[in-house]
């Protein structure tokens, strides 16, 4: 692989494929909206890990939310002053905007780009689709790659057997309604009442989905913001998308940011699996036209930029 640059004034690093097979991807980390950087592994170790698996990925430098002096307290950094919503969501159309018209020169399909993100990165990619369909945008995601993301600010309680794992491994509980209501207030600078789905793509109805990309979604194990990514997804199937929901077995949490756990790569063959999948338009194109043959032979199985906020 090329080694990453920054480009677009520093809003996102390019991550050249190494054998590139024309797919792309618009990546976002995580960190609940005021923090992580394109440094911490979801971003950088994802991005090299799908670069070399053949997908050029451009990882977005957001703009942060603010850092509140509650929060500053609980983890012993600092306070620090951010932007508030549409800020990030903005840069991730820009980033997306950049992509499409550089999509020749980063060698990309322009067909076949993905837009994925992790925890609130995810929420940020499905927000940045969502507003994409709503404003016309030619091209839209071919695919959404939403991993153990929030999104709902007001999630649904957890089932018996998720509410008993997570009382049983107590680190691993960390998002519950009072938490995740404060991480959304502070990303959209007030109260969560009238938010856009934009902001908090879970509430969308089916009936502003039924042109959101095909998902994939990995959501943690024990991990309370899977049950908005469950309500997400069967949103997603009433409007009749198509909709991939894996649970990666054992895992809490952001485990992507964790490349020694099994899980990550797991997660990564997973998405890179998919990406691979993704069919230009002129293939689609060609197998529609093709003239339909009939055969006695057995099928063969298919082979297998920082910037500061």
Do not use: C, K
């Not at 190494?18 to 618009?26: A, F, I, K, N, R």
């Not at 998002?175 to 789905?197: C, I, K, T």
């Amino acid at each position: 692989m090329s080694e990453p640059y920054s480009a677009a004034d520093g809003l996102v690093r390019v991550y050249p494929a190494q054998s590139p097979d024309g797919t792309g991807l618009v990546w976002a980390h995580g960190g609940g909206f005021a923090g992580g950087d394109l440094d911490m592994p979801e971003s950088d170790w994802v991005a090299r890990q799908l670069a070399a698996s053949g997908t050029t990925v451009v990882s977005v430098d957001y703009r942060l939310a603010p850092v509140p002096a509650a929060w500053a307290s609980a983890t012993g950094g600092a306070t620090r002053a951010g932007h508030h919503y549409p800020a990030a969501s903005d840069d991730m159309l820009t980033a997306w905007s950049w992509v499409v018209d550089n999509a020749d020169r980063l060698r990309i399909d322009r067909t076949r780009i993905a837009i994925g993100g992790t925890s609130a990165g995810g929420n940020l990619a499905a927000g940045a689709a969502i507003r994409l369909i709503e404003r016309r945008f030619p091209t839209l995601p071919a695919l959404a790659v939403l991993a153990y993301p929030t999104l709902l600010a007001v999630q649904p309680a957890p089932g018996a057997d998720l509410r008993a794992a997570l009382d049983a491994n107590p680190g691993a509980d960390r998002f519950g309604p009072a938490a995740v209501l404060g991480m959304y207030e502070n990303y959209l600078g007030g109260s969560v009442d009238g938010a856009p789905a934009g902001a908090i793509p879970g509430l969308a109805r089916p009936v502003d989905l039924v042109e959101f990309p095909a998902t994939l979604m990995i959501n943690g194990d024990m991990d309370e913001l899977r049950v908005s990514g469950e309500a997400f997804a069967a949103s997603l199937r009433a409007a009749g998308r198509e909709v991939e929901v894996v649970v990666e077995p054992g895992t809490e949490h952001g485990h992507l940011n964790r490349p020694h756990e099994p899980a990550a790569s797991a997660s990564i063959a997973r998405i890179a699996a998919r990406l691979d999948a993704l069919l230009p338009t002129g293939a689609l194109r060609a197998a529609a036209d093709a003239p339909l043959t009939t055969s006695t032979a057995p099928l063969s199985p298919p082979a297998d930029l920082t910037r500061s906020s």
